[in-house]
């Protein structure tokens, strides 16, 4: 397994010793067979990981979202991509109430089924305040534009998910969607801003294209 996945044998002894790795099946007192299953499990942690740029305590809780055979898929869904969205502390007060409030007003107004108490939205209001701080609290007249297109983005994601008849290829499929799709998402839009600037600012002052 290590020489088909370029991971060295401590680090896979590591990620089984912290719970992110299924054991082997043991052969003999001190060797143990890996499967498919565990090379595809590998495969996950470290894109999770060096692609991601999850914590191991953050791919913990992925893989046991990704593993509880019980729950429905929605709510699996929701545990395993839960972990991936950052947290902010902060505290009460410097403009972080009314930025909860305006996006508790998104959510009901968009007739969106999350919780206005949940991480992403907290991660949402605290980049508000960030904003307002520096002096860009107006920035809240595009959040309906930039809500269009997470509603198109997420319908894609879960478009693409729903090919996948195997529920735990369905909920992985969900994970790296979304983690290496904010990668690929996030290089796209640098993509068109690199296009829009060439379009509004991409010009000299006598005219001709810089």
């Known amino acids: 397994m290590s020489r088909r996945t370029g991971v060295s044998v401590p680090t896979i002894k ?3 010793r912290e719970g992110l790795l299924p054991a082997g099946e043991l052969t003999s007192p001190n060797q143990a067979s890996y499967g498919e299953t565990h090379v595809q499990r590998l495969r996950l942690i470290r894109a999770l990981l060096e692609v991601g740029g999850l914590s191991v305590a953050g791919i ?11 729950r429905p898929v929605h709510d699996v ?3 395993a991509t839960k972990p991936l969205v950052p947290r902010y502390e902060r505290e009460p007060g410097d403009g972080i109430d009314e930025a909860r409030k305006t996006v508790a007003g998104l959510i009901a107004a968009r007739g ?7 991480p992403a939205p907290e991660a949402l209001a605290t980049a508000l305040v960030a904003l307002d701080e520096l002096g860009h609290g107006r920035f809240v007249e595009v959040l309906d534009t930039y809500a269009d297109a997470a509603e198109r983005v997420a319908r894609a994601d879960l478009d693409y998910v729903a090919r996948h008849v195997a529920r735990e290829e369905l909920v992985e499929s969900a994970v790296v969607g979304t983690v ?3 990668v690929v998402f996030s290089a796209l839009r640098r993509l068109a801003h690199m296009d829009a600037s060439e379009s509004t600012f991409g010009r ?5 294209a810089e």
Request: charged share 25%.
């Open 14 to 16: 590591f990620y089984v």
């Open 204 to 208: 000299t002052r006598g005219g001709e």
């Open 180 to 182: 290496l799709g904010d």
């Open 77 to 79: 869904l929701g545990a």
């Open 112 to 118: 969106w089924g999350a919780d206005p108490s949940g």
């Open 60 to 70: 913990r809780g992925v893989v046991a979202a990704v593993d509880d055979a019980e």
